[in-house]
């Protein structure tokens, strides 16, 4: 039997509990499963929904219920003033990674410059900052060749961004960047958060050294590879940032610490040292 929007969407917010977020959820997934946007769902409850629509949307239903993260439901996840696909190959865009973007937006913008993304997952990163800075070459890099083709997806049209498969810097000998960043995995393995991570890839996440092996790895491998003006710009753990700058003082580089918005040490940029 035929059900109206307005019934579809009753019945799918009261499975998930009926609440002003279970409402939010049900109105995307029947949006999703039905091709219609907020607005047309909220004018055109007594429409009715075909069989295979309604059963689609049960399923999504389901799948929501048993913990699957909104963002792979729907397949994307907004990012900046982007959206972007994303699948459990990557990583969901987190807004607290806007702060990388912001801190590169807002250095002085004097001409083009090489930008290498490291671990780029989805593409969010290299994806957006090739967006805003056309005259730059970016080149957006992972070892997961799947998310290296959702990256592609996202950046697709973009001539100033280039894809390349890899670990980290190890296969870029010889060449140096302006700019090096990186949202590397940080949390460590015993770390009580990651049940409630269980979805995303978890190579994207877990990092071995109480969260600290990549970090540590990316900052030194850089030293060889970033130019005398450019400059090192990682995400990290909110306790991990005394670590990180350490770290950076033994690389050789001063550094400059940030927070995010939730005033939780986020982000560290590590820079050369002026020589005395």
């Known amino acids: ?33 039905t091709g219609l946007s907020h607005s047309q769902l909220i004018a055109r409850p007594e429409t009715l929904i075909c069989a295979q629509q309604h059963k689609q949307l049960q399923e999504l239903i389901e799948q ?6 909104m963002a792979y439901l729907l397949g994307t996840k907004a990012f ?24 590169i937006l807002s250095q002085p913008h004097t001409g083009p410059k090489t930008l ?5 997952g989805s593409g969010i990163i290299a994806a957006t900052i090739a967006q805003a800075r056309p005259d730059w070459s970016v080149i957006a890099t992972d070892e997961s060749f799947d998310a290296l083709r959702v990256a592609q997806h996202n950046g697709a049209g973009m001539r100033n961004l280039n894809f390349v498969a890899g670990n980290w810097l190890t296969c870029f000998g010889g060449v140096t960047f302006d700019i090096i960043v990186a949202n590397p995995p940080y949390i460590d393995a015993l770390d009580a958060h990651l049940p409630a991570l269980v979805y995303e890839p978890r190579s994207a996440l877990v990092s071995e050294d109480d969260g600290f092996r990549d970090l540590k790895g990316i900052i030194h491998q850089s030293t060889a590879l970033l130019a005398d003006s450019g400059y090192l710009l990682l995400e990290h753990g909110y306790t991990q940032q005394a670590a990180v700058t350490r770290e950076m003082a033994l690389a050789g580089y001063e550094s400059t610490a940030y927070s995010d918005l939730a005033d939780n040490p986020r982000a560290v940029m590590g820079y050369r040292k002026e020589a005395s």
Request: cysteine-free; glycine content about 8%.
């Open 64 to 69: 929501r219920r048993l913990g699957q993260p």
């Open 116 to 120: 290498i993304d490291l671990g780029t």
């Open 80 to 103: 900046w003033d982007l959206d972007f696909k994303v699948t459990p190959d990557t990583l969901i865009p987190r807004p607290e990674t806007e702060l990388l973007i912001e801190i």
């Open 1 to 33: 039997m035929s059900k109206s929007i307005g019934d579809a969407l009753t019945i799918a917010s009261a499975a998930l509990g009926n609440d002003p977020s279970d409402r939010r959820d049900a109105a995307l997934l029947l949006g999703h499963a």
